[in-house]
């Protein structure tokens, strides 16, 4: 039996925007006369990924990077400059928001409006549209003037029309950010309903719990280029490598899982997570632990933070913090080269039970944005499991009291 064809393929694709220095110049490059453009300007270059029919695969990268711009090529509002799009399937987007709006048409007007831009029939859009207004929950403002919405109601009416009618792929870009949290927590439990049914999702988003927990891969821009694509925790470990790069950063390191980067001025050279009885791999709920480093400090630096941070083993962060943070500077350390010894004491490891991995930062300043010297992903893994007297479910051990009263 055949594999399925792709339901996405991008092949090849760059968008470029030209100045031919007059309109007339550019209408006759239409025509194929070789006229050199004055300023070229390319946004994306030889882009080329696949998606499989039920996929979910995040978009990363910073402002700039050329997201939007590639799912405008992917949907057909805009039109590569080289390479082509195959898509296979019918596709709802949410792109800009409000893209496709008018402001004097009610949120009634431009749901018809938008659903049949989406190749949806009248009789198609009958049927659904109590259940757009139903699941945007903006009462009486569906029929009230676009224009009188806020980027929140605008963002509601949005989604509710690209998803009423479940799509083969499904294209959200950042969208979401703008709605209120009980709003965000209806959208992506729709989502999960479509990737269970096998809808394809491309997703483009600055949240990278959102893309651990829904994406199956990840892709990331950086400058126009596919620079990187593998699962979500390769590709936003390189990523958050990739923005705390300074000018003297050496090469990125990522092997076996674990990503590794920074200046080297200042370097972790072991780490070990204790209990009472010394280094261990498996906590109890609640008991106590010593994340306890090594540095090395290679040159005298003014400014050093350590910190740490918990991830669970989908990548999704639990708990961080820093020296910065803490009010417990480093400057002591900073004076002179050599080694020290840095410990953070957690009296109690208040985690749900599950695996766990640690990853250690030294930068300047109160994030690793800045001067980033060493950042370790993956540095140390553990377990927690839960007290024999005091079974519970969840991620965290929250101190319960229980009162009854007559």
């Known amino acids: 039996m055949s594999a399925p064809l792709p339901v996405l393929e991008v092949q090849s694709i760059g968008k470029a925007y030209r100045d031919y220095g007059g309109e007339w110049r550019r209408v006759l490059s239409w025509f194929g006369l070789p006229l050199a453009p004055r300023e070229e300007h390319w946004t994306l270059q030889n882009i080329s990924f696949s998606i499989q029919p039920g996929e979910s695969v995040g978009i990363v990268g910073q402002n700039g990077a050329g997201k939007s711009t590639l799912l405008k090529l992917i949907t057909g509002t805009l039109r590569p400059s080289t390479g082509q799009v195959t898509v296979r399937g019918r596709i709802a ?22 659903a049949g831009l989406m190749g949806h029939s009248q009789e198609q859009i009958n049927a659904v549209i109590d259940d757009i207004e139903a699941f945007a929950e903006i009462g009486e403002y569906f029929d009230q003037p676009v224009r009188t919405y806020s980027s929140g109601m605008q963002m509601r009416v949005a989604f509710s029309v690209a998803s009423a009618i479940r799509p083969d792929i499904l294209i959200i870009d950042e969208a979401l950010s703008v709605g209120d949290a009980y709003f965000q927590h209806k959208c992506f439990q729709r989502i999960r309903e479509f990737k269970d049914q096998d809808t394809t999702l491309l997703f483009v988003s600055h949240d990278p719990a959102a893309v651990r927990t829904l994406c199956n891969r990840a892709i990331l821009l950086d400058h126009g280029h596919l620079i990187r694509l593998g699962s979500p925790d390769d590709v936003l470990d390189y990523y958050n490598a990739l923005i705390a790069h300074t000018e003297e950063m050496r090469e990125i390191e990522q092997a076996g899982g674990i990503t590794r980067s920074g200046s080297g001025a200042a370097r972790i050279v072991s780490a070990s997570i204790s209990g009472k009885d010394g280094p261990r791999a498996m906590f109890i709920s609640g008991e106590p632990a010593t994340i306890e480093t090594v540095l090395e400090l290679k040159q005298p630096l003014e400014d050093l933070t350590l910190g740490i941070l918990i991830r669970d083993r989908l990548g999704n962060e639990v708990f961080g913090t820093n020296s910065f943070n803490l009010g417990t500077p480093l400057h002591t350390l900073t004076g002179a080269a050599g080694e020290r010894r840095v410990a953070f004491e957690i009296p109690e490891l208040n985690l749900g039970p599950g695996s766990y991995s640690l990853t250690l930062a030294l930068h300047a300043s109160f994030d690793h944005t800045a001067g980033n010297y060493d950042w370790w992903d993956g540095a140390l893994a553990f377990e927690v499991v839960c007290p024999v007297d005091r079974p519970f479910i969840g991620v965290a051990a929250l101190p319960v009291h229980m009162h009854i009263t007559d």
Not at 98 to 103: L, R, T, W
Not at 105 to 113: D, F, S
Request: net charge negative; proline share 5%.
């Open 93 to 114: 987007a949410i792109l800009e928001l409000g893209m496709g709006f008018h402001p004097d048409l009610t949120g009634r007007q431009n749901a018809y409006h938008a």
